[in-house]
């Protein structure tokens, strides 16, 4: 008898332990900037505590569809300023991105890469994946995108 009332009450414990988690919050983020350009995706996404960047080209903040001159450094230290102010903006840090992928026009140009890279990520480097590539939105030298946790 006493077996039969334990099952009865551990019933219904045990169904509602088998409830489907809540979905965390998503939000779509992008600037006025952004979104005059009328791309078909976000800046960034964020889910819970973590930051998706959308691939940052060396485009000018005040115009997404225009690369600054001057070649991979260039290009490669203003994506990365990009994607700083975008983590700035919305309530992190590059010393919170997690991980990178890089997307390289010219893998000759991996050095001059690296060297814009390194002054953005002295201490703690994310994790990174890298490879070259043809075809980067405006003939961009280089795509950066990143994960990141919210502070």
């Not at 019933?11 to 965390?24: T, V």
């Not at 075809?135 to 795509?143: D, F, H, M, Q, T």
Request: hydrophobic fraction near 40%; glycine fraction near 6%.
């Amino acid at each position: 008898m006493k077996n039969s009332i334990l099952l009865i009450l551990a019933i219904p414990l045990a169904f509602g332990s088998c409830q489907q988690p809540k979905a965390e919050h998503i939000s779509y983020i992008a600037s006025k900037e952004f979104k005059k350009s009328n791309l078909p995706f976000s800046e960034m996404v964020i889910v819970g505590n973590l930051m998706y960047l959308s691939g940052q080209i060396g485009s000018s903040p005040k115009n997404p569809m225009v690369l600054v001159d001057g070649g991979m450094k260039n290009e490669a230290r203003q994506a990365l300023e990009n994607i700083k102010t975008l983590l700035e903006n919305n309530g992190s840090s590059m010393e919170n991105v997690v991980k990178c992928t890089v997307m390289l026009a010219d893998i000759n140009e991996w050095s001059d890469f690296n060297a814009e890279y390194i002054k953005y990520f002295p201490e703690n480097k994310p994790a990174r994946s890298a490879f070259a590539t043809n075809g980067l939105a405006l003939n961009a030298r280089v795509e950066i995108e990143c994960i990141a946790v919210l502070k």
